[in-house]
């Protein structure tokens, strides 16, 4: 069965410094994807980055990076330099492309990320 | 640049009445999901629909039901209302084939059911 998990509850950090949030996930699909997404308080969902399994870099987006760690089955966020507008609950997901897991995505419980001035 | 649509926004059930959310999405996507968000938690998969015709169960479908309509509209019923189903609901789509391809999110449906 495919799962992710959010260890994280909560996490703080200074404005301009950076942050890491962690994800892992399990899947028995051969070939899936990770993503990440923010939600700010006004509850909408924002697409922020996204990793194939198979793809030979790690991705980036502006001030997002994703540490993937394909055997450790890792997927980290990596925000740097810090706004108070990253203030905002973060869920990591994962898709899987075949099989039983195909179409379906699945979220971790997030972790609320608290930037202070 | 609509977008996932949903509606409504806001709606107060008391229990055992039924009601239907709508969502609609303008970017010809195949698939199409429904998911719930709990308070403090992170979104469930109730039903989703690879293509239009096709439907399946996905993490927590009891006291559910969808209907794909047409390529565009996804919607999700309750039959009965429980205090249980109280919650927010968000509608997704994105295009199919390959493993990236962004997902899309309607702004969610605040669901009190009383």
């Known amino acids: 069965a495919q799962k992710i998990t959010q260890t994280q509850p909560g996490m703080f950090v200074q404005e301009k410094e950076a942050v890491t949030l962690d994800c892992t996930y399990d899947?028995?699909?051969?070939?899936?994807?990770l993503f990440w997404y923010k939600q700010p308080s006004s509850g909408e969902m924002i697409f922020l980055i996204y990793?194939?399994?198979?793809?030979?870099q790690n991705a980036t987006e502006g001030r997002y990076s994703l540490n993937f760690q394909k055997a450790r089955k890792s997927a980290n966020l990596v925000i740097s330099a810090s706004q108070l507008g990253d203030s905002a609950m973060y869920f990591c997901?994962?898709?899987?492309?075949?099989?039983?897991?195909?179409?379906?995505?699945?979220f971790g419980a997030g972790t609320r990320l608290a930037v202070h001035p | 640049n609509a977008g996932v649509t949903q509606t409504p926004k806001f709606q107060v059930l008391k229990t055992g009445q039924s009601m239907t959310l709508q969502c609609a999405q303008d970017?010809?996507?195949?698939?199409m999901y429904w998911y719930r968000q709990d308070p403090g938690m992170g979104l469930r998969l109730i039903y989703y629909?690879?293509?239009?015709?096709?439907?399946d169960k996905g993490e927590v479908p009891n006291g559910y039901n969808v209907s794909r309509l047409n390529k565009r509209e996804f919607s999700l019923r309750l039959e009965s209302a429980a205090p249980s189903q109280t919650s927010v609901y968000f509608c997704?789509?994105?295009?199919?084939?390959?493993?990236?391809?962004?997902?899309?999110f309607g702004e969610g449906s605040w669901l009190t059911v009383v």
């Open positions: 997704a789509s994105r295009s199919g084939g390959g493993s990236g391809n962004t997902i899309y």
């Open positions: 899947t028995s699909d051969p070939s899936y994807g």
């Open positions: 990793q194939g399994s198979y793809d030979q």
């Open positions: 997901a994962m898709r899987g492309v075949f099989s039983g897991g195909y179409n379906k995505l699945i």
């Open positions: 970017m010809n996507h195949n698939s």
């Open positions: 629909s690879a293509s239009e015709g096709t439907t």
